[in-house]
């Protein structure tokens, strides 16, 4: 282990790079988490914020630095030993990614079903109550193509937290959901976090959702961290690219293209 | 070349959690294992015997053609029988199986790579290998053979047709003649080709699954792909095989 990792640190990212066909997506990121912390990652579209998440959780390689989680190295570690500990992971996928195959009941019980050996009805009960979390009882005999997207979305964080993770990873978890059930979610994570101890990194572009549960945030743009603190200290903070952000505002220094080529040279060739 | 190395590995990973995990007390679950049996091996019978009836009935008629000239129309059971057991059976029902099981799994992975369910299960710590390709490379391999034997034996019935009906050929004569013409080798040969035909359809068919780019696209092309490179691998594996069995065996 590092000497600068503490013990209650949860996630260690340090110069984290990477980059598509030549485009730099992520460009020295560092960033910790603690232990029971609510780490939101806010930007723009674009701006590298699944692709950090990805790299944190281990779907594909950084080009170079370190991510710790729970004080071991995972980017070089062997693919067996990583699968053993994210067991004690839970990822909610933007799109829900359930299993077309199966029915609502059956995807959030089959990490129960994969890693104990829990009986069926133990098992049951357990999927009632993840599915009673999100407001969804009575939707277990239903299959995803049966249900909205918002619906498919509470589902895929009902599977996420079936196994009472330690991590819990969210890739935009209010995108397409109404504002009362935004809030319910919320209210769950933020539960999650203060009295069951577990960790959440939430991507995000909501911002109002992003005030209510962060205790920590941190802002990419153009694969940089241009900021990095409490939610009180963001809110605070008197950078133009972050108050643009937060604030929801189209006139500011972040720019509406995503390449730096000149306008009018783009136009006429 | 690159890619023959990740589908080497993958083929070798599968193989792994089909077969050997088995004698470790790791056996792919038996529910799964039988849902893609049904669903590779049973739903392709009627077309599988369907062409392989047709082929026994053509197989008899271009044979006759050469062969009552010079008055050995009997012969043709022997001819029917030998090559459908050889030859036409394994690599017909392979080729069958590859272009309807091995495009449907190619297919079905393939879409779960594109809406991140394979992401998903990785993420959950399950092993995608051990939770979706065993089971359907188990299955392929147990139900293959079954399916060739199937085929065989609807193939020589629609030459027994053509022999009785068209050359009346006598039916204890044809059967006699067909049961005589075959050896046991005859019949292995062939089960181990269809052996090596179900590990390059199941691999190959994960393999392009995994592989898949993209969207809809992605997986549209990689269907393709995959129904191609089987059909070409089969037919090279078959005529290496061919080879073995003719000088050394």
Known sequence: MSSKSQPDDMIVVRDLTKSFSGRSVLDGISVTVKKGDVLVIMGGSGCGKSTLLRQIIGLSKPDSGEVWIRGQEITRMEERKFSEMRKKFGMLFQSGALFNSMTVGENVSLPILEHTKLAEEVVNIMVKIKLELVGLTGFEHLMPSEISGGMKKRVGLARAIAMDPELLFCDEPSAGLDPVMTAVIDTLMVDLSRKLGMTLVVVTHDMASAFRIATKMVMLFQGKLVASGTPEYIKALDNPIVKQFINGEADGPIPLRLSSDDYLKNLLG | ?249
């Open chain 2, 1 to 249: 070349m690159s890619k023959l190395g990740d589908y080497l590995v993958l083929s070798g990973r599968s193989l792994y959690w089909a077969v050997i995990a088995g004698f470790r007390g790791q056996f792919p679950k038996v529910s799964e294992v039988f849902a893609q049996m049904v669903e590779i091996g049973v739903g392709a019978i009627p077309i599988v015997t369907m062409v392989c009836f047709f082929i026994g009935l053509v197989l008899a008629i271009q044979s006759a053609y050469q062969l009552v000239q010079i008055g050995a129309g009997n012969f043709v059971a022997d001819i029917v029988g030998v090559s459908i057991v050889r030859e036409i059976g394994p690599l017909l029902s392979a080729i069958v199986m590859a272009g309807r099981s091995g495009a449907a799994v190619t297919a079905q992975l393939g879409t779960m790579k594109v809406s991140e369910e394979i992401e998903a299960l990785q993420v959950m710590g399950i092993n995608p290998i051990r939770y979706l390709v065993a089971p359907r490379l188990l299955a392929m391999m147990i139900m293959l053979p079954c399916i060739t034997v199937l085929c065989e034996i609807v193939g020589m019935f629609g030459g027994f047709l053509f022999g009785s009906l068209s050359l009346h050929i006598p039916a204890d004569l044809y059967i006699e003649k067909t049961i005589h013409a075959l050896v046991l080798k005859d019949f292995y040969t062939g089960m181990i080709k269809t052996e090596v035909f179900a590990l390059l359809v199941g691999t190959i068919a994960c393999y392009c699954g995994f592989a898949v780019q993209g969207g809809a696209d992605g997986v549209g092309k990689a269907t393709t792909q995959a129904v191609v490179a089987s059909i070409v691998s089969i037919i090279v594996a078959d005529c290496i095989l061919t080879g073995i069995f003719y000088y050394v065996l």
